[in-house]
């Protein structure tokens, strides 16, 4: 006769890989709500850039709900500070806030307080190799494999100057395999029709003001340099247009992005992938929280109704 105790040390062994995504990483706590209400445990979590966010805060503890209360009470507009200037020579913005919003979410803590085993996948800048991150200060590897090239400045630790993972593994599936799992669960965020040019339903990315239009070439520059938020995110102020340099250099991220991703996952295929259908939200929408949560529920309820063929306790 088997033991309980060897029954619940035989169960099978589930990670879960959580993509980058800006914003429309906020489907991941959907998938988390989804996740719960299936029985699921999750034993191995990796996440790039907002995957690593949402990943940290459900490995220290955090249930789903309440990782979605403070995404919903978060007033982004306030937080729109953190895309405050900066004269800094590695990055757009000051950096200072990002730490201090983080640090509400995860203070001192170490990868050796997590309740969940977690890594972060960040991309060493100055040689473009993946660093996959595991021990340490937790807060320092968020901030790592958040970190947008140019608009975050590096984060060191050790030999390494780090960036956001999303550059070299948007959505770690092969990290998550590599910790000997028997099912991997993938959150998939860079596969959504349009990524914000030219889309073909009617929403068109408006013309650059007239003020700005009449700028010379480095009057611009320097326009972009002191109002950076007005670029950044249309919803701190909806009547300045996102100027089409900053739509088409982001656009540029994410089709590089979407390419590793579609070539990582032909190597290291998970066993459930999880596409929520985020087109009609903008990558730095992060006041559409709830709606955004509410996409990532809904599909991976329908993603996981199968799930039940694996043995779970």
Do not use: C
Not at 80 to 88: E, H, R, V
Not at 252 to 261: D, E, N
């Amino acid at each position: 006769m088997v033991k309980k105790s060897e029954q619940k040390n035989n169960h099978s062994k589930i990670g879960l890989a959580l993509g980058s995504g800006a914003a429309r990483g906020l489907t991941h706590i959907g998938v988390l709500k989804a996740i719960e209400e299936q029985g699921i445990k999750i034993d191995y979590i990796s996440g790039s850039s907002i995957g690593a966010l949402i990943g940290a805060a459900y490995a220290i503890g955090m249930s789903a709900q309440e990782i979605e209360d403070v995404a919903v009470q978060t007033n982004w507009k306030l937080m729109a500070k953190i895309f405050s200037p900066t004269l800094s020579l590695s990055s757009l913005v000051n950096t200072n806030y990002l730490s201090e919003f983080l640090s509400t979410w995860f203070g001192n803590k170490t990868f050796d307080d997590l309740k969940i085993p977690f890594s972060a996948v960040t991309t060493d800048i100055q040689t473009g190799k993946m660093i996959v991150l595991g021990k340490g200060d937790l807060l320092s590897a968020i901030r790592a494999s958040i970190s947008v090239p140019v608009i975050f400045s590096p984060v060191t630790i050790g030999k390494y100057k780090l960036v956001d993972g999303g550059l070299v593994n948007p959505t770690p599936v092969d990290v998550v395999k590599k910790m000997k799992m028997d099912k991997v669960i993938a959150v998939n965020l860079r596969r959504f029709g349009t990524y914000g040019i030219g889309q073909e339903n009617g929403k068109q990315i408006p013309d650059v003001n007239k003020k700005v239009k009449e700028l010379s070439l480095n009057e611009k520059i320097q326009y972009f340099l002191k109002h950076p938020i007005n670029y950044l995110n249309d919803n701190v102020n909806e009547k300045t247009p996102d100027p089409k340099f900053w739509s088409v250099l982001y656009q540029m991220f994410i089709i590089v992005q979407v390419q590793i991703s579609d070539l990582t996952m032909q190597i290291a295929k998970p066993d459930i992938l999880i596409e929520p259908d985020t087109g009609d939200f903008k990558v730095f929408e992060f006041s559409k929280a709830k709606e955004l949560i509410d996409v990532g529920y809904i599909t991976a309820k329908e993603q996981l109704k199968n799930f039940n063929f694996l043995e779970i306790n």
